[in-house]
């Protein structure tokens, strides 16, 4: 999206964007028995609903998970009511933030044989990188929150991608 004004938006931030990915690898990328999970298309949709956390418990419902809502601070914004899903079918967007976490060093990979895709961890200097987001940074209070919202994805992390889009059209059709 190019814009005329003199700014970046924030959705657009590079920097931000990636430690976004980095701390929704860091809690999701691996379920209990330590099996990586994450594929492509799970990471755009659960971009798409940090950046939209007021879906989330909408998709929670429509998956028949449990869930307790979010601080309304976090969803009762601008940015979190729009309906913006450039990141659920932008792939070029999804796949730049990979690549910058691989160039740093920061992500891991697993071929699934099963699914015939790839599935996302973070290495061990990612994880570094992730943990020290919700240290004593001076935007610790940001980072937070987006841990806060990306825990309450935790139950739709096991369901596979087809119902996660199936959820998510009948979502955005009811918008």
Do not use: H
């Not at 931030?13 to 990328?29: K, P, Y």
């Not at 961890?121 to 020290?132: E, H, I, P, W, Y």
Request: net charge positive; proline share 4%; hydrophobic share 40%.
């Amino acid at each position: 999206m190019i814009s005329s004004l003199p700014y970046l938006p924030i959705d657009e931030e590079f920097d931000l964007n990636t430690a976004i990915l980095a701390l929704l690898l860091l809690n999701m990328a691996q379920n209990g028995r330590g099996n990586l999970v994450l594929d492509f298309e799970k990471i755009q949709i659960f971009l798409y609903l940090i950046k939209n956390p007021s879906k989330i418990s909408k998709i929670l419902r429509l998956a028949d998970k449990p869930g307790t809502p979010l601080d309304k601070r976090l969803t009762y914004t601008i940015e979190s009511l729009s309906s913006n899903v450039d990141i659920l079918f932008d792939r070029r967007k999804a796949k730049l933030l990979i690549k910058r976490l691989a160039a740093l060093g920061f992500l891991r990979c697993e071929g699934d044989a099963k699914s015939n895709s790839i599935r996302y961890a973070l290495s061990d200097m990612g994880n570094n990188f992730a943990c020290s987001l919700s240290g004593e940074a001076a935007n610790k209070n940001y980072f937070c929150s987006l841990i806060e919202i990306i825990s309450k994805l935790g139950p739709l992390q096991s369901q596979p991608t087809t119902k996660l889009n199936a959820w998510l059209n009948t979502l955005l059709k009811g918008n």
